[in-house]
């Protein structure tokens, strides 16, 4: 017999949650430290319990911060480690010895800023044997800290305006690195000692630089870059006065550039992707196999407007379909960060938006896309699941789809048809991940 649609979100959810298991942040700090325990510029002997560690001076921002900083106190010991991290609502742990401090995302707001403030004055004043920084997804919001004149408020307006552009990551990253005292290398100026960081990345390519908008990596991107970017996306004129002074006056010389490649802070830090979506699309394939499926990973990762990605993708599923021989079921598995232009006033994230362009465009089998974060845009959803009833359910319901996808209102939609994914937030970020279910044609499933 045929997989039910039921047994096939079964079946994805399984898979779903192998990938966010393989991109445990606790998991992967400890195993980069049993590996190379004596790891770091200006290196002491790192193993565990080693009697002449020092203290370790722990920072950090983004929404695995708090569980990578479990890691730390487990390594080192609780005794020898201080500090603060900053994380998204909902993704705070307990820990004995550093400060867990929850704030907004992704819009930033007083919580982040203090606490990005407080990192900044223990970096200045606090003498340790090793500083460590953990930057994960979700960094870029939560590690505040403006350029005067801009303020916070001018901050958010500038971040809102630009996400609902339909800018991608990087293009949102080169106006905050140049609004900031702290990222595009920032953290480097203003530490004592040199600093190891270690990057749980959410971004294609995964580019130092741009993971949490690279508060530790030098940055080669400049005003310039930053002003260009509000001229490409017509909001030269929609930003507040500040930000326009701010770039205007680096453009002239009258404001540091962010830290440079060759700088001599930029020595300062070793950068090291211990984590990508790689990791996490790894984790899927094996989970997948397991279970009986004959996996293809999609080589290229998915980017760009999220209906072309998702129309792609869609005609992808059904190229491989196509092919697919008897008796061997298939999982296409992909993984990235599309991007969605606000038209609506509804709500939505893009792994929902995603999902119900797939629909409209018709798939074969089961599709789930999903934030490996939990979180997709301001719901309490993940992401979607769509399969080959989707499109005739709604016509049941009397859902026009089309108009949830003009209004980008694909929560409500999927709402009414029991489609939504809700798994939590997960404590980790690898971007999203597409896991595309077809089970075998004809003869006998091994479901």
Request: proline fraction near 5%.
């Amino acid at each position: 017999m045929i997989a039910s649609p039921l047994h096939l979100r079964a079946e994805a959810t399984a898979i779903f949650r192998a990938a966010v298991a393989a991109v445990d942040p606790t998991r992967l700090v400890l195993d980069y430290f049993h590996r190379y325990p004596a790891a770091g510029p200006g290196a002491q002997d790192m193993r565990p319990g080693h009697d002449q560690l020092g203290n370790v001076l722990v920072v950090g921002a983004g929404k695995a911060a708090a569980r990578m900083a479990l890691a730390c106190e487990r390594i080192f010991g609780a005794e020898r480690v201080r500090g603060e991290v900053v994380v998204a609502d909902g993704c705070a742990v307990n820990l004995d010895s550093v400060v867990v401090t929850a704030a907004g995302h992704p819009l930033p707001d007083t919580r982040g800023e203090q606490a990005t403030r407080r990192i900044v004055d223990s970096l200045r004043t606090q003498q340790s044997d090793r500083i460590i920084c953990l930057v994960s997804g979700g960094a870029s919001s939560l590690l505040v800290y403006p350029h005067a004149p801009v303020t916070l408020e001018d901050k958010t307006a500038t971040t809102k305006l630009l996400l609902e552009s339909g800018a991608d990551i990087h293009a949102v990253n080169t106006v905050r690195k140049h609004l900031s005292a702290v990222k595009g290398g920032g953290l480097l100026r203003q530490a004592r000692s040199p600093i190891l960081a270690l990057l749980l990345s959410d971004v294609i390519g995964d580019a130092p630089s741009t993971i949490g908008s690279g508060p530790t990596a030098p940055d080669d991107t400049t005003f310039a870059d930053a002003w260009d970017v509000l001229l490409r996306y017509q909001l030269k004129t929609r930003v507040p006065p500040a930000v326009v002074q701010v770039l205007r006056d680096g453009m002239a010389g009258r404001v540091p550039e962010t830290v440079k490649p060759g700088d001599s802070a930029a020595a300062r830090g070793q950068n090291t992707v211990i984590g990508s979506n790689h990791t996490a699309l790894d984790g899927a394939a094996a989970a997948a196999r397991k279970r009986g499926w004959c996996v293809v990973i999609e080589d290229c990762p998915l980017s760009g407007d999220t209906t072309v990605a998702a129309q792609r993708f869609a005609a992808r599923i059904r190229e491989l379909s196509a092919r697919l021989e008897d008796r061997k079921p298939l999982c296409i598995l992909a993984g990235g960060e599309t991007t969605v232009h606000v038209r609506g006033s509804g709500r939505g994230g893009r792994n929902q938006e995603f999902a119900l362009v797939a629909a409209l465009a018709g798939i074969s089998g089961t599709l789930l896309s999903a934030g490996t974060d939990g979180i997709d845009g301001p719901t309490d959803a993940a992401g979607a699941f769509v399969d080959e009833t989707t499109l005739r359910r709604a016509q049941a319901c009397h859902l026009n789809l089309g108009a949830a996808l003009e209004s980008n209102d694909s929560y409500a939609a999927f709402s009414c048809l029991g489609d939504l994914f809700r798994c939590g937030a997960t404590g980790t970020n690898v971007m999203d991940i597409k896991i595309a279910l077809v089970p075998a044609q004809t003869g006998e499933s091994p479901f």
